[in-house]
């Protein structure tokens, strides 16, 4: 990011040669009063002006093609080099010329001000005059000026010169972050022009490749984030084969508003949960993990039915940013199996959300009732008596099957205009899909490639889909 000057005059007591430095280069800082390409240079203890109008008049906003350059001068005799830089850098190129660090600070954004100055010019480039070698004081590298510099104006091109003798100086300043160094005795106004242009061009790409590389570490520590906020389902010695797929609709992202998770209890009962937080983004994605957690610790905690959901609620209440944020779910706690050949119980509870698929072996998938269902979560006071979730028993003979899916999944258009594939499209495409042999994974890749293609693309929503199936072997991870 380019610095900006603040337009403050420097502060006088920072050097208390200034007075006499002042009077002795004052024909030297006469001839800097010139015009270099369409607009005068400003005093370098004047007011900078944003198109180099000097005054205390309201600033011209810069033109875009405008190249400044800040001269920091030494305290050694003036150089010619200086005075044929402007026109040896273009006709849109401005000077602002100053004596040392300490008023080179002034014109600069004080630190944190970041681009909030952007009544001032902009300064591509810095030329910073380190002196002779021998001038320093003892115990004195030379580059405390450059290193505050730096960390006043951090994403602005720096190119430093020195004398013959200070070569070893220059290679350290490049080393503590300038761009380049030039002997000036060896430098010409051309040369000189040519190595201000490509020390920007060398500090933008630096700049892009540090973005990039900070957008890659950021990318792979989310990445990394919400791959272990996905659950591990619970499910030793369940008997069950898990299917789960997992789709949020942000962009490049791995986690959204849908959550689930599957336990098995020491009594032998396995609990499974689909929900979906209403909205899209990071803090939707938040909540839902929270309320995932939340429901894996209460149901561990012996909570079950009623009691767990009037639980999750008064979690949701507190962890949402706002009384509009709600979440639907679905919940279905397995007794586990009973004699051979005899049907398996099981409680299913809604919470706003869409009743699940039953998938048997021969016949075609069957909507499960939702008349019982209850109200999402936090729409309703815990304590209002509209707000209970009773359960529904259900039998599920041998060989059953269990699709449970978020609102993502039957959102999606079906081909042009705004029909959407609904719950009655998903049982017709789930029972073509059968037909087809697809079993587990397939059986839900396929399903969902099919509502995307129905969709004409990528599904905005999130989508989670649970596949759960009565299997004799040991638990399988779909």
């Known amino acids: 990011m380019p610095a900006t000057g603040d337009g403050r005059a420097p502060d006088a007591t920072n050097d208390a040669g200034a007075a006499e430095r002042s009077q002795s280069r ?61 026109g040896e850098l273009g006709g849109h190129a401005e000077l602002h010329r100053v004596d040392g660090i300490r008023e080179a600070l002034s014109v600069l954004p004080p630190p944190g001000n970041g681009r909030r100055g952007m009544r001032h010019p902009e300064f591509q480039c810095v030329l910073l005059d380190l002196g002779a070698p021998a001038e320093l004081p003892s115990g004195n590298d030379g580059l405390d000026g450059l290193r505050e510099l730096l960390q006043r104006a951090p994403h602005t091109a720096v190119v430093v010169l020195t004398d013959t003798a200070g070569a070893e100086l220059g290679a350290a300043a490049v080393a503590a972050g300038a761009q380049d160094f030039l002997v000036r005795q060896d430098t010409a106004g051309p040369l000189l022009a040519r190595a201000l242009r490509y020390a920007v061009e060398r500090k933008r790409a630096d700049e892009s490749q540090r973005r990039l590389v900070e957008a890659e570490i950021r990318g792979q520590e989310n990445a990394r984030l919400q791959r272990h906020l996905l659950p591990t389902p619970l499910l030793d010695g369940a008997g069950l084969a898990f299917t789960r797929r997992y789709r949020p609709g942000r962009r490049r992202a791995l986690l959204g508003g849908d959550f689930y998770d599957a336990v098995r209890t020491k009594d032998g009962r396995v609990h499974v949960v689909i929900g979906d937080v209403c909205g899209h983004g990071p803090d939707e994605a938040a909540l839902g993990v929270a309320l995932r957690i939340a429901w894996r610790t209460l149901v561990f905690a012996g909570l079950s039915g009623q009691h767990l959901l009037t639980t999750l609620q008064h979690v949701l209440e507190h962890e949402r940013r706002s009384d509009e944020i709600f979440a639907t779910l679905c919940m279905v706690v397995l007794d586990g199996p009973g004699a051979e050949g005899a049907p398996e119980s099981a409680e299913l509870f809604l919470a706003g959300h869409p009743a699940p698929l039953l998938l048997g072996p021969d016949a075609a998938p069957v909507l499960l009732p939702s008349e019982q269902a209850g109200p999402a979560l936090g729409l309703l006071p815990c304590d209002a008596t509209q707000s209970v979730w009773p359960a529904l028993r259900l039998e599920l003979g041998p060989g059953w099957r269990l699709l449970l899916y978020t609102d993502g999944l039957v959102e999606g258009k079906v081909g042009a205009g705004s ?51 009565r299997n004799p072997v040991p638990v399988i991870m779909g």
């Open 26 to 86: 004052h024909g030297a800082q006469q001839r800097r009063h010139r015009t270099t390409g369409s607009a005068p240079i400003p005093h370098p203890r004047g007011a900078v002006q944003g198109g180099g109008v000097q005054g205390g008049t309201e600033p011209a906003r810069a033109s875009a093609a405008n190249f400044r350059v800040l001269v920091i001068e030494g305290d050694g005799p003036e150089h010619r080099l200086f005075e044929s830089l402007a």
């Open 419 to 469: 029909p959407r594939l609904g719950q009655e499209g998903l049982i017709e495409l789930i029972a073509d899909h059968q037909a087809a042999g697809l079993t587990r994974g397939r059986l839900v890749d396929s399903a969902i490639a099919e509502v995307e293609e129905l969709n004409g693309g990528a599904l905005t929503d999130d989508v989670a889909v649970l596949l759960l199936e």
